[in-house]
């Protein structure tokens, strides 16, 4: 499968964003999905991932309450609502597909996951 993230962008702070993560070349109903993002020099943060069946999700607490992955299996595509961004948000936000799970389960490890998009920045500015 082939991913790739699109939506980011620079915005102020308390504003919104949302994140696309299109597949291609297998269905993502394959796949538990995640999000990950990396500030340059640093190590990259699990923040999301959402089952196979979409009923269970998990959030790092940095970003529980302000952000909300959903998938629409219909159009191959996960999606990351972000609201209430802060400075701190910014990074690269990966997305990224794990087949090694089904039904509701998931994995917060991001080397779990097998398939990754290229990135996509969000910057946040004060």
């Known amino acids: 499968v082939q991913l790739q993230a699109s939506g980011g962008g620079l915005v102020q702070a308390g504003g919104s964003l949302r994140l696309s993560c299109a597949a291609s070349?297998?269905?993502?109903?394959?796949?538990?999905m995640g999000w990950i993002r990396q500030v340059p020099g640093k190590e990259r943060e699990f923040l999301t991932a959402?089952?196979?069946?979409?009923?269970?999700?998990y959030y790092a607490d940095s970003v529980k309450g302000r952000f909300t992955i959903s998938r629409d299996n219909a159009k191959n595509t996960v999606y990351l609502q972000m609201n209430s961004l802060k400075p701190e948000d910014t990074a690269v936000y990966y997305c990224?597909?794990?087949?090694?799970?089904?039904?509701?389960?998931?994995?917060?490890?991001?080397?779990?996951?097998?398939?990754w998009g290229q990135g996509t920045l969000v910057t946040v500015s004060s």
């Open positions: 990224a597909a794990d087949v090694g799970y089904d039904g509701t389960n998931y994995s917060t490890f991001d080397r779990s996951y097998d398939y």
């Open positions: 070349g297998r269905a993502i109903s394959s796949y538990v």
């Open positions: 959402i089952s196979r069946s979409g009923d269970g999700t």
